[in-house]
Structure formats: structure tokens, C-alpha cells
């Protein structure tokens, strides 16, 4: 569903991404686990069709991100840290405005919004204009918009920032059905029991480049003491040198 | 049922914001409602019976038909007027647009969001496009309708004069706008090939040659010579070239004016077509080159900033000498808008005007030898310094309380005061202003070789009014903050900020009028029958101004403290 060959991204002299290659299958859930500016923010803007690479491919659903950006887009779903929001639109109006920029018609937006709304325990408050959500609402609505359009891949970078523990419940327990329902989801967490939790692989990222690859019991495997994937983070992106 | 277009959930979206905003005023105080309405109201009225004024005087003063052409001086001079004033117009809104694109193309919060939909860009371009036109166009209609009106009483227009003039505008306000978008695009553009110095350098040897030209053309003027009428219509005149767009507008204005619907006809046309012409260029322009441009972008962002260490170095040291917390306050001020190239190249803009205007006047001139023409040219410096003074604290220090944002809670629960918070954006903003302000008073006072009290006064009226102007709009900038915008240019467009503007105008006008009754005292004096002795009305109007400008800055900073006082976080 996800495919990644040799993609690069430099800043002028810095190399943000480095030469990466990776695939992420239909149904998968798939971790992308890293320090801070490891990497993993520039990746997924490239995923995205935010930036473009300095060198490489990247496919999503069959669809090049370079020349048949519509097309992907039109297949995945962007939860990002901190998702934007017009402050004065009401929850069912976002909705609306979603759709159309999908051009969803109205018996399939209506329905699929409503079930939606309901799952992420919004339907009381979507005559209320944004500005007057509180953050966790904000961001349930910004989870419920992303998954309007059905797409077949949803990239999610950090997602629990501003949720209860209720709601990390409620959205981990909803991203896992959907992975086995089909959807491919590719997320970008700092939370490694979560990751742990819900991975059908990790890939590890470090200075840019796909350090490691695998299940989270691979990923285990290889650190000289066993523990939990925390520690075994903590050691293989110790910096070298 | 057909898909909504994405175009069309854009616009619905804007409508339905614009629509929420307005109910929101039902949540604001009526007081306040009413005031910013009425204060609109007065400087809408204000400028037309000013405008009325002047061209009326025109008219009587080259009434009579000139010669066997049969036609009027009056005339002559309200079209060419209206060329000059529509062409100066045109540039100014492309450059504005410029800035405004880059703000809502490539810095808005909401473009990353609509860069991940399935959206081209192109309907991308278009969606954001109308918001930045409208943005960069809105005040000068606002200023301009004024005028336009009173132009069509005066010359005793018939009704579809006003219903063209709906027309003529928006098509007119267009055309700039597109240029400046096709500017701004193709600058990012080149982003990558010239990097950010380079870029920075080019902008910079357009912007100067551009205000070389101007300078060029204006110092052809001298307003010594018996010929200068005649000079100044003919430097006006290059602004009638039937090729400008602002001609065509201007020309269909006239036709409707004189009643002639078919006349104006063909400037309509044309201006349709230029308006499609130039909208579509920009549109496809933005198909092609948006993406690298805005690509690259992020990449300069993330980048690292070369140079940025000395810079800050040398930041640290001006701002060392202040105490905590308004070092650090300051410095985190100086150190954004330097960072934020539609911030700092507005200000320079203003500035650069100002710097033109001063190195246009000549250093001598026989006008200057009569003590009435040396007034008359320093009270008119003044009102234009103190005008673009006025444009400036709107633009730039009433948005800073709210540019805090979000992050306005690290303010709220430091152990600083909102008192703390005013007054080191106040006296920043004070010390940034009178700096240039001073400076261009004291060069234009120089060359009109102006005697000592006249500086003085000139001095004095430039130093209180950026006191006045630089609380007015940090107390109306507190009274009215909004957090959750972060593009300074849509929290200008607010109720706050028109309001500011109207009062900063009011201000300015007060200040100019004490400023040209000081200077013109013997007229004054002679008219009203009073002495001519100065000490008096010296120090009752610079009393009475000092005054006025000690309420303008402190009434709205408190009524703005207290505002913030009572904000939850």
C-alpha cells in the first residue's frame, strides 16, 4: 500500500532523509519510531505529497506522490500533531467542508459523518463551533474528518497529544479495527508502549536513515539485553561516536 | 446528487466563517459595536466632504473654459488627478498583494491542511487566492469610496455611475492582485536557484529601481517656477497612457460620470478581459510553480539559519543594557519580525516612502523663499508623515498582543504583568517609529530651510503623535486581542482594528491641524483678529496636544489591561 525506494530529503547541506526504502502492506500497522529529528516528520510530509524529495520514489496505493499527487491524496487520510481546525465553522460544517474537498456526494458524506461523529462521541456538539472545543475535542473531530473520505491509508504523525487516557483508549481500540478491516496505517509515535501495544512492525529511524525494520519481537531480539521495546529503543539509537 | 467542487466547499467554508463572525458581534458589548461603527461612519464622512472640498476648489479654480479648446482647467486636473491617484493605487496594491499572497499561500495554518487533499493547485491557488485579493484591497476601497462619491456629486453624475463603480473596482482591484500573486510565486519560485540572500537581494534592487524611477519622474516637478502647473500636469499625464489598466478604470469612471454608459463600455471590456487574463495566468502559473516554490520553502525553514548566531549576538548587545523582563520580551519581539518577511518588508515599505518623499523635495527651491509656501509644505510633510505613522502602528503594533497567540498563557502565567507586557510593546514600538519619523522631520524641515520654532513644532507634534498612536494601538490591540489568529493581516481586517485606524486618523488630523495653525499663526492670527505674539498659542496647543496624546495612549491601555487581566488560560 506504502511504498518507499531510495527517498532523500536534504536541506541544503543537511540530510534530513537518507536514501530510505521501505513497504507497508495493506492492513498493516506500521510504527515509525525515532528520537527528535530523526527524521520522521520530513518522511511523512514526503508521504503526504508536503514536501518533495530531493531523490527517491514514493507510492501510496499504486499512485507515484510525484506525478499523481491527486490520486494519492485522494487515498490517504493526515492525522497530523496538531491538526488544523477552522475555529469558526461547527463540527457538522468542518465535516461538510471535508467532504467537499473529497467530493464526497451527500448521501455518502451524511451518513459516514454521522456514524463518525457518534464513534468519537461528538454528536451533542456538532452544531458548536470549533473555537468552543476543547483540545481533545479538536482533535477527535480532526480523527473523525480524517477518516470521512474512507481512505486506504491514514498516516499518523503523534496522535495522542491532548487526549485523556478514556479517549487514547477509544482511539487505539478504533485504529486497530480499522487495521483489520484493510486500512494501512503508518504512524509516527514517541510513545513506545502504545507502539508495542499495536505495531505489526517498527522501523526505527535514526540521523536520517531506516536504522532497523521488523516485528517489535525482531526488534527486541536485537538489543543485547532483553526488555521491554523502550529499552531497546533507548540503546539502538544511542548516538554513535 | 453531483460532488461538491473543492473550489466551491472552499468558498462556502470562507462565507459561512464570515457569516459566524458577524453573529459572534452579537456576543461583543454594544458600546463597543457602536463606537467602532460610528467612528467609521465619521472618517467615511470625514474624507468625503474633505475630498468634496478639494475637488470642488478645483473646479472653481479652473472653472472657466480654457482658451478655444472649451474646456475646463478643472477638468484637466480632477482626470489627471484621478489617473495619478489610480495609478499610485495599482502599485500599491500589487506590492500589497505580494505580501498578502506570501502570508495566505505559503504561511497560513490552514495551507499544510489543504496541501494533503486531493485538491490541484490551481483550486488551491483560486481558494486562497479571492481571500488575499480581498484582503489587500478591501481598505483602499473603503478609503477610495470617499472620494469617488464625492467626484460623482461634483460632477453631478448620473445613478449608474455609482452601481459601475461596483463593477469598476473589484475588476479594477483584481488586476494588481494577480500581478502581485504572479510576483510572489514566481519569487518563491526562484527561492531555491538565488537562495534566501539572493533573493532577498534581488527584491531589493526591484523595489529600489522601482522607487529610482519614481524619483526620477517626481523631481522633474519644481513648484518654484511659474511653469510648475504646467510641469505637474505633464508628469500627471504619463499616468493617462492608454496601455495602464488604472487608465481604463479611471476612463470608464469618467464616461459614466458625463452619463455616457456606452462610452465606458470599452475601458469596461478591457478591464474584464485583463482582470480574466490576469487571474488565469496567475491560475495556471500556480499550477506549475507553487509546489517547488513552497517545497523549498519548508526547507529554508527547517534549514539552519546562516548568520543567525552573529545577528543574535548583536541583538543581545543592543537590547543588554535593558532590564528583565523587557530584554527578553523585546529581543523575542525583534528577533519574529525580523524573522517574518511580510512582516519587515511592509515596514520598509512605509519607510521607503517616506525616505522618497524626502529625497524628492529639493534642497532649494524660490517657493521656499515665501514663508506662507514653506509653512504650507511643512504642515503637509507632517500630515503625511503622521499619516503613514498612523498606517504603520495599525499594521504592526496592534496585532502584537495578539501575534502572542496561543503562547499568550507563557505570558499570562510568567511572573510579568500585562502592565509589564504593554509597556515594553509600547515603548518599542514608540522608540522604532520616532526613530525614522524624527529623523525624515528634521531632513525635510533642513531642506525647507524651516526657522527654529517651526522644527520645533514639527518636532514635538511628530514625537507626541507616535506616543499617542503607539498606545492607542497596543491599548486597542489588548482591548481587542485575538488569539487565535496568526496572520497579522486578517487581524488588522477586525472591528479593533478599523477602529484603531479611524481613531489614529482622528488623531492625526487634531494634531495637524494645532501643528498648521502654529505655523501659520500670522494668517491664523490676522483671520481671528489675535495677537500675533506666539508664546500663547504656542503653549496652549502644544499643552493642549500633549494632553490630548497623554489620554489617546493611557485610557486605551488601561481599558486593554484590564481586558487581558480577566483572560483564562
Known amino acids: 500500500m506504502i511504498r518507499v525506494e531510495q527517498l532523500s530529503k536534504a536541506f541544503g547541506p543537511k540530510t534530513a532523509v537518507s536514501e530510505l526504502d521501505l513497504e507497508v502492506e495493506v492492513g498493516e500497522f506500521f510504527c515509525f519510531l525515532g528520537p527528535n529529528g530523526a527524521g520522521k516528520t520530513t518522511t511523512i510530509k514526503m508521504l503526504t505529497g508536503l514536501l518533495r524529495p530531493t531523490s527517491g520514489q514514493a507510492w501510496v496505493a499504486g499512485f507515484d506522490l510525484q506525478t499523481q499527487p491527486l490520486e494519492a491524496k485522494r487515498r490517504i487520510g493526515y492525522i497530523p500533531d496538531h491538526p488544523f481546525l477552522y475555529p469558526r465553522l461547527t463540527g457538522w460544517e468542518w465535516m461538510e467542508f471535508v467532504a467537499g474537498l473529497y467530493r464526497m456526494p451527500a448521501e455518502r458524506w451524511r451518513p459516514r459523518a454521522e456514524e463518525l461523529l457518534e464513534t468519537f462521541e461528538l454528536s451533542a456538539e456538532t452544531d458548536q463551533l470549533v473555537e468552543h472545543y476543547s483540545h481533545g475535542m479538536r482533535q477527535k473531530l480532526s480523527f473523525a474528518s480524517t477518516f470521512l473520505h474512507e481512505p486506504q491509508a491514514v498516516i499518523v504523525d503523534e496522535p495522542w497529544v491532548g487526549l485523556d487516557p478514556k479517549n487514547i483508549h477509544r482511539v487505539k481500540a478504533f485504529l486497530k479495527q480499522q487495521a483489520q478491516l484493510g486500512l494501512t496505517i503508518f504512524m509516527s509515535t514517541h510513545s513506545l508502549t502504545i507502539a508495542e501495544e499495536l505495531a505489526d512492525r517498527v522501523g526505527i529511524i535514526h540521523q536520517g536513515r531506516l536504522r532497523h525494520l521488523g516485528t517489535v519481537d525482531e526488534i527486541k531480539a536485537l538489543a543485547s539485553h532483553p526488555g521491554s521495546l523502550e529499552n531497546v529503543f533507548l540503546e539502538l539509537t544511542q548516538d554513535e561516536g | ?569
Open chain 2, 1 to 569: 446528487m453531483s460532488p461538491r467542487g473543492p473550489l466551491r466547499a472552499i468558498f462556502r467554508a470562507k462565507s459561512r466563517m464570515a457569516r459566524h463572525g458577524l453573529v459572534s458581534l452579537r456576543r461583543e458589548s454594544r458600546l463597543k459595536v457602536a463606537v467602532v461603527s460610528l467612528s467609521a461612519v465619521l472618517l467615511w464622512w470625514g474624507a468625503f466632504r474633505l475630498f468634496g472640498g478639494a475637488l470642488g476648489w478645483l473646479q472653481i479654480f479652473g472653472g472657466e473654459a480654457v482658451g478655444t479648446l472649451g474646456f475646463s482647467a478643472g477638468n484637466l486636473i480632477t482626470g489627471r488627478l484621478l489617473s495619478s491617484l489610480a495609478l499610485a493605487l495599482f502599485w500599491l496594491l500589487v506590492f500589497s498583494s505580494s505580501l498578502v499572497t506570501f502570508a495566505t499561500l505559503y504561511r497560513a495554518r490552514e495551507v499544510r491542511f489543504l496541501l494533503t487533499a486531493p485538491i490541484g493547485y490551481r483550486t488551491f491557488f483560486l481558494g486562497r487566492f479571492l481571500e488575499s485579493a480581498l484582503l489587500s484591497s478591501w481598505a483602499s476601497a473603503f478609503l477610495g469610496s470617499p472620494f469617488l462619491v464625492a467626484f460623482g456629486l461634483i460632477a453631478e453624475a448620473p445613478p449608474i455611475f455609482y452601481l459601475g463603480l461596483l463593477a469598476i473596482y473589484p475588476l479594477f482591484a483584481l488586476i494588481p492582485a494577480a500581478l502581485g500573486a504572479i510576483i510572489a510565486l514566481a519569487a518563491l519560485r526562484c527561492l531555491p536557484i538565488l537562495g534566501k540572500r539572493g533573493l532577498l537581494v534581488a527584491a531589493t534592487v526591484g523595489v529600489g529601481g522601482f522607487f529610482v524611477f519614481i524619483r526620477g519622474r517626481l523631481a522633474a516637478l519644481d513648484p518654484g517656477t511659474g511653469a510648475s502647473l504646467e510641469t505637474l500636469l505633464e508628469v500627471m499625464r504619463t499616468a493617462e497612457h492608454p496601455a495602464l489598466p488604472s487608465q481604463w478604470a479611471v476612463s470608464a469612471i469618467l464616461e459614466l460620470a458625463a452619463g455616457s454608459p456606452s462610452a465606458a463600455a470599452p475601458p469596461l471590456f478591457l478591464l474584464c478581459v485583463a482582470a480574466s487574463v490576469g487571474v488565469g495566468l496567475a491560475t495556471v502559473l500556480a499550477g506549475w510553480i507553487f509546489f517547488p516554490g513552497w517545497s523549498a520553502l519548508q526547507g529554508v525553514a527547517s534549514g539552519q539559519r546562516k548568520g543567525a548566531v552573529s545577528s543574535r549576538g548583536i541583538l543581545r548587545k543592543w537590547v543588554g543594557p535593558l532590564p528583565e523582563p523587557y530584554r527578553s520580551l523585546v529581543f523575542k519581539d525583534i528577533l519574529l519580525f525580523w524573522r517574518d518577511p511580510a512582516q519587515w518588508s511592509q515596514f520598509l515599505l512605509f519607510f521607503g516612502i517616506l525616505a522618497l518623499y524626502a529625497a524628492t523635495m529639493r534642497r532649494s527651491s524660490p517657493a521656499y523663499d515665501a514663508q506662507l509656501w514653506r509653512g504650507l509644505i511643512a504642515m503637509l510633510n507632517g500630515t503625511v508623515g503622521l499619516l503613514i505613522l498612523a498606517t504603520l502602528t495599525t499594521r504592526f503594533l496592534f496585532p502584537m498582543i495578539s501575534l502572542e497567540g496561543r503562547r499568550a498563557w507563557v505570558l499570562g502565567l510568567a511572573p510579568i504583568s500585562w502592565r509589564q507586557v504593554q509597556r515594553q510593546k509600547l515603548w518599542l514600538g514608540v522608540l522604532a517609529t520616532s526613530g525614522f519619523t524624527l529623523l525624515i522631520t528634521l531632513v525635510t524641515s533642513y531642506r525647507l530651510r524651516l526657522d527654529g520654532f517651526s522644527i520645533g513644532v514639527s518636532l514635538f507634534t511628530v514625537a507626541v503623535t507616535n506616543l499617542a498612536l503607539a498606545g492607542l494601538a497596543v491599548g486597542l490591540g489588548s482591548l481587542f486581542a485575538n488569539f487565535e489568529e496568526d496572520n497579522p493581516s486578517r487581524i488588522v481586517s477586525g472591528m479593533g482594528g478599523t477602529l484603531n485606524f479611524i481613531l489614529s486618523m482622528a488623531f492625526v488630523v487634531v494634531a495637524s491641524g494645532i501643528q498648521a495653525a502654529l505655523l501659520q499663526w500670522r494668517l491664523v492670527a490676522r483671520w481671528g483678529g489675535w495677537s500675533s505674539d506666539l508664546l500663547w498659542p504656542a503653549s496652549l496647543g502644544l499643552g493642549g496636544l500633549s494632553l490630548l496624546a497623554a489620554l489617546t495612549c493611557f485610557i486605551p491601555l488601561r481599558l486593554g489591561r484590564r481586558r487581558l487581566e480577566k483572560l483564562d488560560f
